[in-house]
């Protein structure tokens, strides 16, 4: 059977799938004086691993370049705030007596931005209700509430928005999402990230069905310096592949392995029990894995990115989000009713085209982005 599933998989050419026998190659020094622990698994899906350590330090750097790179989302949610501008016109000249044209008015604003009724109306009348009682005596003093609010919103379940990638190497991330969702894209860019961080990432070409989507991870692999394993015939299953992909990651000391899969609908039982099937070969592989199962949604669909979602959720328990093509959308808003409905964390934004483009999520930055 192994040798069976070596003949149908092959790494890019110019590299070697192992390294020969009695090779000079050796696995990365581990320090021994590291005490890891796992606390209380609060997900079926993923174990995160203590304060110490290679990932969790990998984690929190990446999060913490967010907080250097709020120019890029600043001007990634350019779209987003050009809608939102017209609340600072109504805010300016409020009084009393027009606190319910100016509600009105601002109610508007956030719809047209898919903040979403719900979410829309629960900011509003908590406005409202903080006027009348005379919490709130200025337009300055409304707009800071209303900031308030949505950040509160974006926190208030406690998610994590950094990668949690676990204790033991490699960490596993799968990236799984619809067609044209900017799913391979975004691995690129996050491998990139990562091996800028000082990681070895391993990408592993899962999309076996779409022709160009191994040429295209391959570009991605040369652009990044990073090693790839690709299925030498059409119909290998991605299951087999991306097994051999995290074996390999595994002998020869890789950190990260990023996991490509191939696109589906939402709708299309058969394709999302494929991802159960991977999800399944990639943890007989490594005990654990995989540590992140990362959903690509296309941020120009708004809210109709929640029956996604909830399906892809429901299937194999997404762990994080990365909305793509903010930049390009009027629609922000969206991403404050993802995480308030689903509560699932937003842990990257896709806020232009550029290799550096795919930001971590930071909260408060992001509100700063659409309310300026």
Known sequence: MASSLSSHLVPLRSKKLFPPPNSATALPHVPTNLVFTCPTRTSRFKCSAGQTGFFTKLGRLIKEKAKSDVEKVFSGFSKTRD???????????????????????????????????????????????????????????????????????????????????????????????????????SLGKLANRLKKEGAKVLLAAGDTFRAAASDQLEIWAERTDCEIVVAEKENAKASSVLSQAVKKGKQEGFDVVLCDTSGRLHTNYSLMEELVACKKAIGKAVSGAPNEILLVLDGTTGLNMLPQAREFNDVVGVTGLILTKLDGSARGGCVVSVVDELGIPVKFVGVGEAVEDLQPFDAEAFVNAIFP
């Open 83 to 185: 809608n939102l501008a017209v609340i600072d016109e109504v805010l300016l000249y409020w009084n009393l007596p027009d606190t319910d044209r100016v509600l009105d008015n601002l109610e508007e604003a956030l719809l047209v931005a898919d903040f979403g009724p719900r979410i829309t109306i629960k900011i509003v009348e908590s406005l409202r209700e903080d006027i009348y009682a005379g919490k709130l005596k200025s337009g300055s003093e409304i707009k800071d509430a209303l900031k308030r609010s949505i950040l509160n919103l974006l926190t208030a379940k406690n998610v994590k928005t950094e990668l949690r990638l676990g204790f033991r190497k490699p960490a596993v991330i799968m990236i799984v999402g619809v067609n044209g969702g900017g799913k391979t894209t």
